[in-house]
């Protein structure tokens, strides 16, 4: 119906125009052709005159041949004649001019007319094309209206799931908010408990004391009024009465109060047993763990041992593995990826078991570090966040959250009671852990790759290519120090007397923190950086260092000789992003571009 409609419409459109034209050159022709009517007209008359003079003339020569007499008139109506004929012959050769220019005027008129049909013709075959198009542009434009309505009906399906969702959150979170109010309670109701039962447990170990020493004060009293049995063959030495005493002499009643005063200054073993259980021990570290939990520093460095072997080549995770770290006690492994997890890997005889998973990003990890004790994980991810889990429970402990960019690398500072941040919105935070608030937050001017931290000196590597070293306590750089290439890794060596940076250079330096003074340069032919997040590490007596190249080798350098020691490079298939050398110093570990991570050794 819409396709006749249409068809109608441009018929008219053209029966319009038609007439149009018509008008208006007909009223041009029409002016031409009266004035070719009227000149047909006098040609006509000229040619009726014509005739009726040449049968006057016809007469008069009858007349002159009648007499003489006319002669004289005759004359005169010659004369006359030839005059008018010679005016109508000028009138006629007018005439046969104007039809002439008249005759041009119509032939260009036909060529002006024959021109504008054909560019009728080519607007006609313009108008059904167009209207072809038209067509063809309403069917897609229907099929557009139809997926809009599919898409605004699907778009309104999400939006009430969505709302459905929130509101869900909304109740799971108020009813977490209760759950936590009720478990802060909970705590502070059994603490009170637990400090009363103290209380009582003190108040009895006195009241049993007091009771010890009264009953020890009457025997003492008692013994000393009871008359002591001298048998005549007995030794006696007299005291001499200045109270002078030998060495080692005593009476019995000093020797009973000696005693009474040592069970008086040791109080029962299960009463001090009891109140240790109630109180337990405090951590010096803002979070607790059991003593099975905690590493102890058995895996200290006792021989650095330079990789030779791939012991175990495991899948670590679903994608991209970004993040790698031993931890304190050298016996867990962690790694982080782009599938928004922390694995924890058991190193057992070469082996990587796997012994969990910590959750909870919203994004990819892109740094992890534990704390000194090796009991808390910290992670930095893409979502804006640093995370802190339990390593013994695997829980999620603090979420720290106010970067506007991805949180590029995050450290715990040397109490485990701060941590520092930096992010891509070129900022660096301080987080205090004890009030899970945001201490500092100090503008770097360039994206943050990563960090390092001293007792009171933080230091970055930056987009920019800079170094900066940051003093805590005055919120301002001390010193920039500027490379070649972006800074993509930096790391200190066992006594944090050398910074170990990597950029994109492909160079990596050694810098003595004591002179501020470059100390050794490495390189190799073949090592290139393959990412702004690419990590290198110091061995853990500072005698080596290893990195991972683009081309997927693993590079282990001398630091005195400045040499490379040893290039491992027939295992990883993509570029090595993170490496990482066990406090032992018997493991190094590195993980790739790809889901894959290597523990090598030199057996």
């Known amino acids: 119906m819409a396709e006749r409609r249409a068809e109608c419409t441009w018929k008219r459109h053209v029966l319009d125009q038609l007439k149009l034209r018509d008008r208006i050159q007909r009223q041009t022709f029409e002016e031409i052709i009266h004035q070719y009517n009227h000149l047909l007209e006098k040609s006509d008359f000229q040619t009726v005159l014509t005739e009726r003079y ?64 054909k ?99 009457k025997e003492l009293a008692d013994a000393a009024k009871e008359p002591l049995p001298i048998e005549p063959d007995d030794d006696i030495e007299v005291l001499p009465e200045d109270g002078s005493k030998a060495e080692g002499e005593t009476s019995p009643s000093r020797g009973l109060s000696r005693i009474s005063r040592k069970s008086s200054q040791a109080p029962p073993a299960g009463l001090l047993d009891s109140i240790s259980n109630i109180f337990g021990r405090r951590s010096t570290n803002s979070f607790s763990s059991s003593p099975e939990s905690t590493e102890t520093q058995s895996g200290m460095c006792a021989e650095v041992r330079v990789p030779s072997t791939a012991l175990h080549v495991f899948e670590a995770h679903d994608g991209e593995v970004n993040a790698v770290r031993f931890s304190p006690g050298s016996r867990l492994l962690a790694t982080g990826g782009m ?12 082996r990587c078991e796997t012994k969990g998973s910590l959750t909870g990003s919203n994004a990819g990890i892109t740094s992890i ?21 339990t390593v013994e429970d695997f829980r999620l402990r603090h979420t720290l959250t106010g970067h506007s960019g991805k949180v590029l690398s995050a450290r715990f500072l040397l109490d485990n009671a701060r941590i520092v941040s930096g992010s891509y919105d070129r900022t660096l935070k301080l987080w205090d852990l004890r009030s899970k608030v945001c201490m500092k937050t100090v503008f770097a001017g360039s994206s943050c790759n990563d960090i390092v931290c001293t ?28 490379l070649l290439g972006r800074v993509t890794s930096l790391d200190l060596n066992h006594d944090r007397t050398e910074l170990l940076t990597c950029s994109r250079d492909d160079l990596l330096k050694i810098i003595d923190l004591r002179t501020n003074a470059v100390r050794q340069t490495l390189s190799a032919q073949g090592f290139k950086c393959g990412a702004d997040w690419t990590r290198v590490t110091f061995s853990p007596d500072g005698s080596y260092v290893a990195g991972g190249s683009a081309d ?52």
């Open 369 to 389: 570090e534990f704390d000194s004790a090796g009991s808390c994980l910290l992670a930095a991810s893409n979502d804006f966040a640093s995370r802190i889990w």
């Open 339 to 350: 599938d928004r997890r922390v694995k924890l890997w058991e190193v057992i005889a070469g």
């Open 54 to 117: 040449q049968a006057d003339k016809y007469d008069v020569q009858r007349g002159h041949e009648a007499g003489p007499v006319e002669a004289g008139r005759s004359d005169a109506l010659l004369q006359e004649m030839a005059q008018m004929r010679i005016r109508h012959q000028e009138e006629l050769t007018e005439l046969h001019k104007k039809r002439g220019e008249l005759a041009q005027s119509v032939i260009e008129l036909n060529n002006q007319i024959q021109q504008k049909d």
């Open 455 to 482: 007792e009171q000196c933080v230091m970055s590597g930056h987009f920019d290519k800079k170094v900066r070293f940051w003093d805590i306590r005055a919120e301002s750089i001390v010193r920039e120090l500027e």
């Open 119 to 217: 560019e009728i013709q080519s607007n006609e075959a313009r108008m059904s094309e167009l209207q072809q198009q038209i067509s063809s542009l309403e069917g897609d434009c229907r099929e557009l209206i139809s997926s809009l309505q599919d898409l605004e009906r699907a778009n309104q399906t999400l939006k009430d799931e969505y709302d459905a969702l929130q509101i869900t959150f909304s109740a799971l979170e108020e009813k977490l908010r209760k759950t936590t109010e009720d478990n802060q309670e909970l705590v502070s109701r059994w603490m009170a408990e637990k400090a009363q039962e103290a209380n009582r447990l003190n108040a009895e170990n006195e009241k049993d004391t007091r009771r010890r020493q009264a009953r020890l004060q």
């Open 552 to 603: 997927g080798a693993l590079y282990i350098w001398n630091v005195l000789t400045g040499k490379v020691e040893r290039i491992l490079d027939r295992n990883h298939n993509s570029a090595i992003n993170a490496v990482s050398w066990s406090p032992s110093g018997t493991y190094v570990v590195s993980v790739e571009k790809g889901s894959r991570a290597i523990l090598w050794s030199d057996v």
